[in-house]
């Protein structure tokens, strides 16, 4: 599942893996936490501005923002723990495929698959408002 990530510094999208809790004996509270892989602006996605400001821009051919996946000079899917009070909504991605879509995509397996993603706005009013 595809969730948007709220953080100090801003929002990010990224995919759960794995809730956990951390168990500290000299805590009374025990801590929620999450293993996700996130998402990056994907390239030629990001514009300056007047301002000198840079901005994550939408596609112009269907006004929706494209990501990738996160990873390490590996090639490795990049990891973050974070805390599950860091997960604000579910948010729906579209793989990209181009002119054709491969024939051993199926809607099971084509998150894993895909290198490129939109993020449907449009999928609901909530979502299309905290996009936009």
Request: glycine share 2%.
């Amino acid at each position: 599942m595809i969730f948007l990530i709220n953080t100090a510094l801003g929002h990010y999208a990224a995919q759960l893996r794995l809730v956990f809790c951390e168990n500290n004996p000299t805590e009374k509270e025990k801590k929620l936490l999450a293993l996700v892989q996130p998402f990056k602006p994907a390239r030629n996605t990001i514009a300056e501005q007047e301002d000198g400001s840079r901005a994550f821009v939408t596609d112009d051919n269907v006004e929706m923002f494209r990501v990738v996946r996160e990873k390490e000079r590996n090639g490795a899917r990049r990891w973050r723990v974070i805390e599950l009070s860091e997960i604000w909504r579910p948010i729906e991605l579209i793989p990209l495929f181009y002119k054709k879509c491969p024939s051993s995509w199926t809607s099971s397996n084509s998150l894993e698959l895909a290198e490129e993603f939109y993020v449907n706005c449009f999928s609901d009013k909530e979502t299309y408002q905290s996009v936009w």
